[in-house]
C-alpha cells in the first residue's frame, strides 16, 4: 500500500471583522472568550468576518495567500451607512501583476470590471480566474446591495517565464460576462464519490478534469461530505505543495485533526496517497501544486522575482501602463472611457 501523506503543521489564522461590523465584534469577542461554537453559529448565519491567510512562500510555493470572506449586506444593519462612507462595498480598481487572482463563489456574487474591457457579473458556483501577466486594474465589488455573500481568493505565483503573459480571465461556472475578447466560460466540474462532492476548480483529481488552463501544474478542488467517511486521492504528485482549510466539520489526517477555521499543511514528500477522514457536512478547500522554486518579491499587488522588479511594476502603474483607474462609483460609460486611453502594455 502507498505511504500517505501526514500533515505537518495546522494554524488558525485571525478572522477578522468586516461586513457587517456589528456581527464581525461580536463574533471575535466571543470567540476571544472561547465561546467558539457561538462565535461560528453567529458567523452562520450573519457574516461578518475576512479571514486572510499569507501563506509562508517556502511552505506553500506556489500558493501566495487564501481568504475566506463571509458578509451579509441588510438596509437594516445601522452601522452599514458609516462604514460604507470609509470602506466601499467590495474592492475598487486596483493593479496586479506577475501572479493570479482565483475567485471561488459560495454564495452571493461579485462585479467584475477590468482595464481589458472585460465585464462581468458571476454568481455562487462560479469560478473566475485572472491571470494579471504583465499587468491589468480591476474592480470587484459585492453583485448586490443586500443578502448573503460568501467566497475564497487565491493568490497563486505565476513562473518567471509567464509573468509578462498578457491579461487574462477564465471563467467556470453561471455569470454574465460582456468583454472584447473571447475568454473562456464553461462548467463548473462536479461529481460524486461515496457521498463525498467533489468541485474541481484547476486541474485533475479522482479523474474528474478542470478546463482551466494553469501555468505551472496544480489541482485546486472543494469537498463536500454528505456523511462521515474517508476520501481517498492515490495520485497526489509526489513532493507537491498540499494545503487544506476546514470551513465546516473535522477532517482527521492520521492521527491529527483539523477543525473548522483551521489550515493544515501537508507534508511535502514523495508519497503520493491523501487521506482524509471527515465528519458529516465537512467542507474544505483543498490547495495542491508543484513548488516553482523561484526567488519572490512581494510589493502589495505586484508579485515579482526581485525588489527591482516590484519597483518597476509601480512606476509602471504610476505611468499608466495598467490603463486608467476608475472610481467604483462610475458608470459603464464611464469606465469604457478611463480604459481607452490605454498604453501600450496590451
Not at 18 to 39: D, K, M, N, Q, Y
Not at 84 to 113: D, I, K, S
Not at 312 to 332: E, I, S, V, Y
Amino acid at each position: 500500500m502507498p505511504s500517505e501523506r501526514a500533515l505537518a503543521h495546522i494554524s488558525r489564522p485571525a478572522r477578522l471583522p468586516v461586513w457587517p461590523i456589528a456581527s464581525g465584534v461580536f463574533c471575535w469577542a466571543a470567540e476571544t472568550v472561547g465561546l467558539r461554537s457561538l462565535a461560528g453559529s453567529v458567523e452562520n448565519r450573519f457574516g461578518g468576518r475576512v479571514t486572510p491567510m499569507s501563506l509562508p512562500i517556502e511552505a506553500s510555493d506556489p500558493f501566495l495567500m487564501l481568504v475566506h470572506h463571509r458578509h451579509t449586506f441588510s438596509r437594516w444593519d445601522p452601522v452599514r451607512p458609516f462604514s460604507a462612507l470609509v470602506m466601499p462595498e467590495g474592492f475598487p480598481a486596483h493593479p496586479h501583476r506577475g501572479f493570479e487572482t482565483v475567485t471561488f463563489v459560495l454564495e452571493g456574487g461579485m462585479r467584475h470590471r477590468d482595464s481589458t474591457g472585460v465585464k462581468m457579473e458571476y454568481r455562487s458556483g462560479s469560478v473566475q480566474w485572472l491571470t494579471a501577466g504583465r499587468g491589468v486594474l480591476h474592480e470587484e465589488m459585492w453583485a448586490t446591495n443586500e443578502g448573503t455573500h460568501e467566497l475564497y481568493q487565491i493568490w497563486v505565483n505565476l513562473p518567471k517565464a509567464h509573468k509578462w503573459d498578457a491579461p487574462q480571465i477564465q471563467l467556470l461556472g453561471p455569470a454574465e460576462v460582456t468583454s472584447e475578447s473571447d475568454i473562456l466560460h464553461a462548467p463548473l466540474p462536479v461529481a460524486a464519490f461515496a457521498g463525498v462532492s467533489l468541485t474541481v476548480l484547476a486541474g485533475a483529481c479522482r479523474g474528474v478534469c478542470s478546463p482551466i488552463r494553469t501555468r505551472s501544474p496544480m489541482t485546486l478542488v472543494r469537498l463536500q461530505w454528505d456523511d462521515a467517511g474517508d476520501f481517498l486521492w492515490d495520485d497526489l504528485p509526489a513532493h507537491h505543495t498540499a494545503l487544506c482549510f476546514v470551513r465546516r466539520g473535522s477532517v482527521t489526517v492520521g492521527e491529527r485533526t483539523m477543525a473548522a477555521g483551521e489550515l493544515g499543511h501537508f507534508e511535502r514528500s514523495s508519497a503520493t496517497r491523501l487521506k482524509l477522514c471527515a465528519t458529516t457536512g465537512t467542507d474544505v478547500l483543498l490547495l495542491t501544486g508543484a513548488p516553482l522554486r523561484e526567488p519572490v518579491a512581494m510589493g502589495g499587488s505586484m508579485v515579482m522575482n526581485t525588489p527591482s522588479e516590484v519597483d518597476q511594476a509601480n512606476r509602471d502603474f504610476q505611468l499608466g501602463k495598467f490603463g486608467n483607474p476608475w472610481p467604483h462609483t462610475a458608470t459603464d460609460e464611464e469606465w469604457r472611457a478611463a480604459i481607452a486611453d490605454r498604453k501600450l502594455l496590451y
